[in-house]
């Protein structure tokens, strides 16, 4: 689908999302290059936003990198990189030193004026989590939002989604290298070619692919399911984390409890009719503190066990002047919906919550494509290994930005070539969206009752077979009609349902986040999961 026509939009960096990563790396940059900086939505609707708990950093007395690096490497079952472990938490102080210093305002202790108030959640061996409240993605947001829209040198581009990265394996000629991208105005429906030296990917994760996501809807995995057309690697896909602890009620769209809860006491408990006592004793010495993975499962497990709907978590035994300070936005949308936390336990089921894995990367962001980096969620540095700990993933966010900005800025700003310009002149207006939403519909039922928390050889071939006929469709709908967003976020997401399968097939033993019935003892040897995509691959038009 390429052509000849002008209109090529030429920037020195672009950027590809605009949560945590992207607008680090955008504010890093904009002093000296030219940032263009796409998101599909509105700037805030990415899963950075939405992120409660807060950011893990060595800073109290007593604590230390070690300590810090351990606990990670526990969560992640011996799958993390050791050396991008310790470079992101020998990192996390200065992101957060960073972060203060454009404003962001961090809950200070209430007895010590001036310092940040540190709690500690599951996997955590000390108190070290930087938070605002329990709103503390919102926060960093905000403010990283306005910085954006008053730096010089930074375009934005808001309802603007990806539809590919420009490579010479796209442009069908030899080489590596990416040069820009295509990209969709969903307003005009105009596809517009962007020209760059250097091409970030920070879209976030795949929650989406699931029924049940504590993620927002614009996580539909294009980061990760372009740069696998492209060419590059993606590693540990199988690694899905579910978070335990997801309101249950109709009318709560995927609002998540944070870890933090149980940080500061929550007891986990089954309903009246199951016993209504705690369970998590029984589970893991660590009880409530057990991390995500072993929660997740437990309560899984107790569900089902039981035949409930879902479990209790119970806070009420901290006062009401303490919950109001610490978790103002939990009380706030569960009073809305007639829960009173200071008095009543919250119902919980666990949730899809975050891609572990991702694009492979080292540990300035760069991909197996020359000019094409990824950051935050998008990219598998190794950090999160086989589970990530809680409140790691946003200080990556920032810790990586910056690295892959000084790296930008390191090298050379060379003019990329002249792009040809997107061809539809083949295509029609798709006549028949209905299919669009069945697939989409379709596609995250069989995921979740198939490739959930709990895993089976026959449940993924089973949604191996269902992923390949639904790809078959897609691509033929893809060649035919004019691409729309929900055409391309239904594309990106079959793509990463099929990694994930293929990764979780691949992995005969239960380790961290999969856990499969076939296989329930964990290898002497803890391996990384890597796809490649097969050599001289060109992804299709």
Not at 158 to 183: F, P, S, W
Not at 395 to 401: D, H, I, M
Request: with cysteine; aromatic share 6%; proline share 4%.
């Amino acid at each position: 689908m390429v052509s000849d026509r002008p209109g090529t939009r030429q920037f020195d960096v672009l950027i590809i999302g605009s949560g945590l990563a992207g607008l680090t790396a955008a504010l890093l940059l904009a002093p000296s290059r030219r940032v263009a900086v796409v998101t599909k939505r509105e700037l805030n609707d990415g899963s950075s936003a939405w992120a409660q708990g807060g950011m893990a950093a060595v800073l109290a007395e007593g604590d230390s990198v070690e300590q810090h690096v351990n606990d990670t490497l526990v969560a992640g079952a011996g799958l993390c990189d050791v050396p991008a472990t310790r470079a992101v938490v020998e990192g996390a102080p200065e992101a957060i030193a960073w972060l203060r210093t454009l404003g962001v305002a961090f809950s200070e202790d209430s007895e010590n004026p001036g310092e940040l108030h540190l709690t500690r959640e599951g996997g955590h061996s000390q108190r070290r989590i930087v938070h605002a409240a329990d709103a503390t993605g919102a926060a960093v947001q905000r403010t990283l939002i306005d910085r954006v829209r008053s730096t010089p040198g930074i375009t934005l581009f808001e309802h603007h989604m990806l539809v590919d990265v420009i490579t010479d394996r796209q442009l069908k000629q030899a080489g590596n290298h990416c040069y820009g991208a295509y990209v969709l105005d969903t307003a005009s429906g105009e596809v517009l070619t962007f020209s760059a030296t250097h091409t970030i990917l920070a879209t976030g994760g795949a929650g989406k692919v699931y029924l049940y996501s504590t993620n927002p809807d614009t996580a539909t995995g294009d980061g990760i399911a372009a740069a696998w057309r492209a060419g590059c690697s993606v590693g540990n896909m199988e690694f899905i984390q579910f978070h335990p602890t997801c309101l249950y009620h109709p009318d709560a769209k995927s609002f998540l409890i944070t870890e933090a809860v149980r940080g500061e006491g929550g007891k986990l408990l089954l309903p009246a009719s199951a016993g209504g006592g705690r369970f998590m004793p029984a589970h893991d010495a660590r009880a409530e503190l057990a991390p995500r993975d072993v929660v997740a499962r437990a309560i899984d497990f107790e569900m089902k066990k039981h035949g409930v709907d879902c479990v209790y978590l119970d806070i009420s035994h901290q006062s009401p002047a303490f919950l109001q300070e610490h978790f103002p936005n939990i009380l706030k949308r569960c009073a809305e919906l007639g829960i009173d936390i200071t008095r009543q336990p919250i119902p919980v089921v666990p949730a899809a919550h975050y891609t572990c894995g991702g694009v492979m990367t080292d540990l300035a962001g760069r991909t197996d494509v020359a000019g094409l980096y990824a950051i935050g969620e998008t990219a598998c540095t190794g950090l999160h290994g086989a589970n990530r700990l809680a409140s790691n993933s946003l200080v990556e966010c920032v810790v990586l930005a910056r690295a892959t900005a000084r790296a930008i800025e390191a090298g050379a700003t060379t003019k990329a070539p002249a792009l040809p310009a997107w061809d539809e002149s083949q295509v029609t207006d798709a006549d028949e969206a209905v299919v669009i939403s069945h697939n989409w519909d379709e596609l995250r039922r069989f995921m979740w009752n198939y490739v959930g928390i709990v895993r089976t050889t026959k449940r993924l071939e089973r949604a191996a077979h269902r992923i390949a006929l639904l790809d078959a469709e897609i691509q033929e709908f893809y060649a035919h009609f004019r691409v729309t967003r929900d055409l391309l976020e239904l594309r990106n997401l079959v793509q990463v349902a099929d990694l994930i399968v293929r990764s979780a097939h691949g992995r005969h033993e239960s380790r961290g986040l999969h856990f499969s019935r076939d296989y329930p003892g964990m290898a002497i040897s803890a391996v990384p999961t890597v796809l490649a995509p097969p050599l001289g691959q060109v992804p299709s038009d």
